[in-house]
């Protein structure tokens, strides 16, 4: 289908370039991955990470505290590793237990460090557009903003309509696509009629979590739909948030789940060690 983007493709080849620039430039960039509990799914996440962080040659740190651990003992495992000149990127797992207060953790990584862009100080250079070179944006919308470059997707002046307004995907995608002066709409839980706002997206970004969400009525003809939803169905199979098969009849680009927004997550997270061990080790 030459209309599908190719994230799998494109993440290959930006992990081959972080890996030679690593090579060129000797040093060996380190990420440390705090997590806490015992989730499946974050356990798959994190060995995925690690995984490519070994293929660009990137030293990834496992911290794996108790699913029972205290807040204090969370955040002097994060003081330490921001304390530590070995560190140049810090990332914490989500979601964490119950009982922890992702915030308050989340604003303790020192955000020179901060590899995922959660600190407060990033998500607002994000908003503002400000310090452009030295922030840190959320590794899942910045891969879709690579996507849109690779493929020579023009987003100033579209409609572009993001589904889902999550603090890690949505509302920094939107953020993303305004910076980029296109005409943002963010849709979520509490919209009206989602169908009404969708059917004006010449960019349509999906973030939810709901299989088959967004069907092809709800898509106008040649649409540009990215599709950042990952569902584990009864039988196994990973399933995004778009009804692929009719839904890819009308696009005139669309995203594969999988192998579509998944990868170039993960290769941004890359991208994003690279930038601050580069920050941390060759300007000092
Ligand atoms: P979340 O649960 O934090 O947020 C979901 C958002 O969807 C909320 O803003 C909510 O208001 C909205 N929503 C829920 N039901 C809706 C509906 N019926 N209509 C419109 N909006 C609705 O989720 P998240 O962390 O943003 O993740 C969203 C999806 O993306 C999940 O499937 C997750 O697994 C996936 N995800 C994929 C990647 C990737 O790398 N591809 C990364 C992060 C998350």
């Known amino acids: 289908l030459d209309k599908?983007?190719?994230?799998?493709?494109?993440?290959?080849?930006i992990k081959d370039e972080i890996k030679a620039e690593i090579q060129e430039l000797e040093i060996k960039p380190s990420l440390a991955v705090v997590l806490?509990?015992?989730?499946?799914a974050s356990?798959?996440?994190?060995?995925?990470?690690?995984?490519?962080?070994?293929?660009?040659?990137?030293?990834s740190l496992s911290y794996q505290?108790?699913?029972n651990s205290s807040e204090e003992e969370i955040v002097s495992q994060i003081i330490e590793l921001n304390n530590n000149h070995e560190i140049d990127g810090i990332l914490i797992q989500l979601p964490l237990p119950e009982h922890i207060n992702t915030e308050k953790i989340?604003?303790?990584?020192?955000p020179e460090k901060d590899v995922d862009?959660?600190?407060?100080f990033n998500v607002g250079a994000l908003t503002s557009n400000l310090n452009k070179n030295n922030r840190f944006v959320p590794c899942t919308p910045v891969g879709v903003m690579e996507i849109f470059k690779e493929y020579n997707i023009e987003l100033q002046g579209k409609n572009a309509v993001v589904v889902g307004a999550s603090n890690i995907v949505g509302k920094p995608m939107a953020s993303l696509l305004l910076n980029a002066n296109a005409t943002v709409t963010v849709c979520h839980i509490y919209t009206k009629d989602l169908k009404q706002?969708?059917?004006?997206?010449?960019?349509?970004v999906v973030a939810v979590g709901k299989p088959n969400l967004i069907t092809a009525d709800m898509v106008k003809d040649d649409a540009i739909v990215i599709d950042v939803g990952i569902n584990k169905l009864a039988d196994d199979s990973i399933v995004g948030d778009v009804a692929f098969d009719e839904v890819s009849k009308k696009s005139q680009f669309i995203t594969p789940v999988p192998g579509g927004v998944g990868p170039m997550t993960i290769a941004m997270l890359l991208s994003n060690t690279l930038k601050s061990a580069k920050e941390r080790r060759l300007k000092n």
């Open 4 to 13: 599908l983007l190719d994230g799998r493709m494109l993440s290959q080849k």
């Open 36 to 40: 806490v509990g015992d989730d499946p």
């Open 43 to 59: 356990h798959t996440y994190v060995s995925m990470k690690q995984k490519a962080c070994e293929y660009v040659g990137i030293d």
């Open 65 to 67: 505290l108790d699913k």
């Open 106 to 110: 989340l604003e303790l990584v020192s």
């Open 117 to 120: 862009g959660f600190h407060p």
């Open 197 to 204: 706002h969708t059917l004006n997206a010449d960019i349509l």
